[in-house]
T-cell receptor, first 114, second 112 residues
Framework: DVKVTQSSRYLVKRTGEKVFLECVQD?????MFWYRQDPGLGLRLIYF???????EKGDIPEGYSVSREKKERFSLILESASTNQTSMYLC?????????????FGPGTRLTVL | QQQVKQSPQSLIVQKGGIPIINCAYE??????FPWYQQFPGKGPALLIA?????SEKKEGRFTISFNKSAKQFSLHIMDSQPGDSATYFC???????????FGSGTRLLVRP
């Protein structure tokens, strides 16, 4: 069974704080993703990584950065949290190759920025 | 610009009913159309997917119907059960891209 774990289920931070969201997968997948999920907007891709130290911007990268130092771990960083970044954040992993490969999601981190 | 439009936003049916969720896409280069199911407190999980070379795919009680000329696809849940209550997302992608473009989601409630 593929397992994708996220460091926190719930997180409350203050405006301006630096926030780290951690994601770990145990299936040796090459691809990892960070999405945010908002009601009525579905899932929107923030960043994608296809290898260690490799990353690509998704559709909404502004205000975020990522780090992938090890294959199994993909971190999302909010450099200076703002209230409009209050959201559910989902991490996913996927084997390399065709986009048809299933993406496996973690349970999500619900972040509230006050 | 939303490339995959999903409707309805929410849906309530009685047990045994057949909820239908519809999606429409714009990019004719899309060639992979999955549906993901998300239960409360969980991440989405792949439910069923279709390629445009077929017009229908069934897996158990779940069926995808695909209309390439209309650029539409839909999910039908036969004999729906309360355990099917979840949020359903359609998505689309093309083989040359890693990106999945998700619809806005449909919250389904199946009443006992």
């Amino acid at each position: 069974d593929v397992k994708v774990t996220q460091s926190s289920r719930y997180l409350v931070k203050r405006t301006g704080e630096k926030v780290f969201l951690e994601c770990v997968q145990d299936m040796d997948h090459e691809n990892m993703f960070w999405y945010r999920q908002d009601p009525g907007l579905g899932l929107r891709l923030i960043y994608f990584s296809y290898d260690v130290k490799m990353k690509e911007k998704g559709d909404i990268p502004e205000g975020y950065s990522v780090s992938r130092e090890k294959k199994e771990r993909f971190s999302l960083i909010l450099e200076s949290a703002s209230t409009n970044q209050t959201s559910m954040y989902l991490c996913a992993s996927q084997p390399a190759g065709l986009s048809y490969n299933e993406q496996f999601f973690g349970p999500g981190t619900r972040l509230t920025v006050l | 610009q939303q490339q995959v439009k999903q409707s309805p936003q929410s849906l309530i049916v009685q047990k045994g009913g057949i909820p239908i969720i519809n999606c429409a896409y714009e990019n004719t280069a899309f060639d992979y159309f999955p549906w993901y199911q998300q239960f409360p407190g969980k991440g989405p999980a792949l439910l069923i997917a279709i390629r445009p070379d077929v017009s229908e795919k069934k897996e158990g009680r779940f069926t995808i119907s695909f209309n390439k000329s209309a650029k539409q696809f839909s999910l039908h849940i036969m004999d729906s059960q309360p355990g099917d209550s979840a949020t359903y997302f359609c998505a689309a992608s093309k083989d040359s891209s890693y990106k999945l473009i998700f619809g806005s989601g449909t919250r389904l409630l199946v009443r006992p």
